[in-house]
């Protein structure tokens, strides 16, 4: 009796098991949609670059998008485009003075407010500005609203890549440029949500090295915890042009990977926490690369740890490229940095369901669009699995560095609803993951 008991308690518990597999969906993946053509709103090679940008911003009363495009006498454009019940449609199209590897962004405040932001840089009589614009736009009619300000602040020449950052409680949003070389800089300033006021200075951090491809996360108190690659000229790393070991054909080196704690967005004074140091092994022909503006992401979690989802390529004597996921507390010390617990060469993006899971969305670029997405097999969202594949197109090719996805970073609203961006051609293209109620109660 006591056999059969015990035996009918396994087989349950196995028939149990197999039935929970069995009604986990988990994760849906919709189809792709092209917004360019399904607005008129064509896109060019202008802003792609980069990665960090927030291009996809998720509220309760639509998802809106923003991205660069080119008219006549190649004029570069803005292009703002709401989806609402899966139907996008065009709301703005101006002319902007943004070029190269400048981008228009998109975030929303505490309110769900949407605002399109600008961060462009100019010349005035051989002196560096930030020529600086934020729309408003109304959540019901879809006017657009703007405000416009040219802060000085000029340390050389800058190279785009800006980073535009949500300080909700604050009641702010800050833009941080990087540029120079040796030494670099970093320089920010703010518009004031209340007041719809840029701030008319830049407060500029002097850096012994630039720093670009930056995510930044404002800390609720006044300070800003800002991640960035240190992207300097290969001379000033010590490497030749004609060196054999240098990677690609590029004038510069993207070696390390640096925190930056702000405390005071009204002060320059900072302090750094190495997630990466470049180790350069000229003997052995091993030369560091670091990449996490389109091979990784940075990522607040809702217990306020940071991810840092990047590759580090012929680092620490060691050749070959691999992913890592680096972590730092909520006190922005670092306690982990290890390999991935899986390899690919994709986009990786991160995001954290309501219950707490965290999740990998993978992309493979210049390949037929395939998304993976990875759901964490533990608590602090370091091993995972994956849940869910699918082939969105056999003809289209996600570009470098193009997948973006709303997230808190820009200030979109916490559901279990993942709007994803990508580029490619002429084209943007959009699709959504959903989390199933059985996968977001695990």
Not at 75 to 86: E, N, S
Request: with cysteine; hydrophobic share 40%.
């Amino acid at each position: 009796m006591c056999r059969r008991t015990f035996g009918a308690a396994i087989l349950w518990c196995w028939l149990s098991a197999v039935v929970v597999h069995a009604e986990e969906p988990a994760v849906v993946i919709s189809d792709l949609v092209d917004l360019s053509a399904a607005c008129d709103a064509g896109t060019s090679e202008r802003g792609v670059h980069g990665g960090t940008q927030s291009r996809i911003c998720r509220t309760s009363h639509g998802t809106y998008v923003a991205y660069l495009g080119e008219v006549a006498e190649k004029q570069a454009v803005i292009h703002l485009i709401r989806i609402r019940d899966g139907r996008p449609e065009r709301l703005l199209t101006v002319p902007t003075a943004l070029t190269g590897s400048d981008s228009v962004q998109v975030v929303c405040d505490a309110d769900e407010e949407v605002y399109v932001v600008a961060p462009a840089v100019e010349s005035v009589d051989g002196k560096e500005r930030a020529s600086l614009s934020a729309r408003h736009v109304d959540r019901t009619s879809g006017a657009v609203v703007e405000y416009r300000a040219s802060v000085p602040f000029g340390r050389g020449r800058n190279y785009g890549y800006s980073s535009v950052f949500v300080d909700a409680p604050g009641r702010k949003i800050g833009v941080v440029y990087g540029g120079g070389d040796a030494p670099g800089y970093l320089a920010w300033t703010r518009f004031e949500l209340a007041e719809k006021r840029w701030a008319t200075e830049m407060i500029v951090a002097d850096l012994p090295f630039r720093h670009c491809y930056m995510y930044g996360f404002a800390d609720g108190a006044g300070g800003l915890a800002l991640l960035a690659e240190r992207d300097i000229r290969i001379e000033t790393a010590g490497v030749a042009p004609t060196d054999p070991h240098r990677q690609g054909k590029a004038d510069y080196v993207w070696d390390e990977l640096r925190l930056f704690n702000i405390p005071d967005l009204g002060r320059p004074e900072h302090a750094t926490v190495d997630v990466e140091v470049a180790v350069y092994d000229k003997e052995a022909g091993l030369y560091p690369t670091v990449q996490n503006n389109y091979g990784g992401d940075a990522y607040v979690d809702a217990q306020g740890r940071m991810h840092v989802l990047y590759m580090s390529t012929d680092n620490n004597h060691r050749p070959g490229s691999f992913n890592r996921h680096a972590i730092l507390d909520a006190q922005r010390r670092l306690v982990r940095n290890e390999l991935m617990s899986f390899q690919s060469s994709s986009t990786l993006r991160m995001f954290q369901s309501t219950a707490g899971r965290h999740y990998l969305v993978a992309m493979p670029y210049d390949q037929p669009a395939l998304v993976q997405v990875w759901g964490a097999a533990d608590a602090e969202g370091v091993r995972y699995e994956l849940l869910a594949e699918k082939r969105l197109s056999d003809e289209v090719k996600p570009t470098y560095a193009g997948l973006a996805l709303s997230c808190p970073r820009n200030g979109s609203i916490r559901d279990d609803h993942f709007d994803c961006l990508f580029p490619s051609g002429r084209s943007y293209y959009h699709f959504r993951i959903d989390l199933t109620s059985r996968d977001r109660g695990r």
